[in-house]
């Protein structure tokens, strides 16, 4: 079967989740500034899309609407992508300045709710990811999700244990919309969304005390039913080609605008998840050169995700319950709670030092502006103790945030005792107490 894969660049052959792919489907590359998509295609792959040619948009729509399968991923703030960008990248039509991609046209006549502009954060499942002078800092808008943040009733995801997904967005159905949305990746409960635009400025402290939880989000979800048409006015017209001569016709478009599918046929699966880094390498696994030989560890079921997702649209369903048996990383849950908690009463306690360091802003503001001994500002006794009482407040929150560490650590530490001293002793004591039972019984 063939499947096709669009994306801004070219597929890199280098690339893992191209050669999962290719162990069930020959794939078919289409670049974005194509009109028309290859004949018989078995599915359709589309991945950052920016900016496409409306020819193209009006391709995948009647693609859909036919009956065939679509996986698409859209992505608010790509870190690939923003790195392959640049000044140079945005003069020439190339990636937006924050990586972002999105269909809207598509998206908004299908009744799917995506803002291309916010990314989704979760307080209790933030990647850690290494910081400034050798420090680990914790990512809320890096997830790193668990297998209670997958749809157990799947088969595209009932098996995963754990996934990256970095700056994803949020995806939801409509009001009103008939189509069927049935989430496969959520996040937990704490969770809430911030604009893309402050994610560089802003480190992992800072964008876990701007977010603000709204309750769980939807980064992949499987979407079917009967679709209505984006291009209700049928294909778009053609641009002249730049040599003068007529644009040829796609061989997927219809003849006429006339025969141009209004709606699904039948039911129409598109496969839609917002974010598109999980599917690159460098935030699935890790390649390691032993002895000249390439060795590849999977930091999670990222590329599990993605050949479970592909051969469910593509109908080889019985190959998906060979994937994601395995899990790369068992998180410490108990602890990662702990952490969480910990990070809730410190931001607590950062978000009232900061209300009071604006109310003394103001209050020093107020002061300044009476000024007196020829245009001189007077340090008066209120603006002192003002002053006075800041660094007070200053260094009482500091205290509190050691304090806060000490005890999370202490907790942690004896947490980690526990696990290691019944870790050290259970096979003894096991061994232990069959002897003891083995002694008794051959005895009797």
Sequence with gaps: MQMMMMMRQPPQPSQSVVSEWEQSFQIVPVA???????????????????????????????????????????????????????PQGMMMGGPQPNGSSDLPALLSAYGIAYEPQKVVGDLQHPLSVGGPNNTVMRMPTWLALESSSFNAQ??????????????????????????????????????????????????????????????????????????????????????????????????????????????????????????????????????????????MSPYSDNLSFAANAVEFLGGSQDLISIRGKGSSLRPFIVTRRMEVEAQKQYQEKLTALEARLSEVQQKLSEIQGQKADGNRLVATPEMTK???????????????????????????????????????????????????????????
Excluded: C
């Excluded at 996986?71 to 690939?80: E, G, I, K, R, Y």
């Excluded at 696990?419 to 008794?440: D, E």
């Design 32 to 86: 974005p500034t194509a009109t028309e998509l290859p004949a018989d295609l078995a599915a359709l792959v589309v991945a950052h899309p920016q900016n496409l040619p409306p020819r193209l948009q009006f391709a995948i729509d009647q693609f859909l609407l036919g009956g065939k399968p679509v996986f698409l991923a859209v992505d608010p703030a790509s870190q690939h992508f923003k790195r392959q960008g640049g």
């Design 154 to 295: 799947s088969l595209a995801s009932a098996q995963l244990k754990s996934m990256w997904f970095i700056e994803a967005g949020a995806l939801s159905l409509k009001a009103g919309s008939p189509l069927t949305f049935t989430p496969l990746v959520e996040t937990s409960a704490d969770s809430g969304t911030v604009e893309s635009a402050m994610l560089q400025f802003a480190d992992g402290d800072a964008i876990a005390r701007q977010l603000v939880p709204s309750g769980k989000k939807t980064v992949a979800a499987l979407v079917t039913g009967k679709f209505t048409t984006a291009f209700p006015d049928g294909a778009p017209k053609e641009e002249p080609k730049p040599d003068g001569g007529s644009p040829a016709l796609s061989p997927t478009a219809p003849a006429a605008e006339g025969e141009a599918l209004k709606e699904s046929k039948t039911t129409s699966t598109l496969f839609v998840v917002a974010d598109t880094d999980w599917l690159l390498d460098e935030f699935s696994l890790r390649r390691m050169n032993f002895f000249g030989q390439v060795a």
């Design 386 to 444: 003002a002053v006075e009482d800041f660094q007070k407040q200053q260094a009482a929150l500091r205290g509190e945030r050691r304090e806060i560490r000490r005890a999370l650590r202490e907790d942690i530490d004896a947490l980690e005792n526990r696990l290691l001293a019944i870790n050290l002793l259970a096979t003894p004591l096991l061994i232990g107490a069959f002897g003891i039972w083995f002694y008794r019984t051959r005895k009797n």
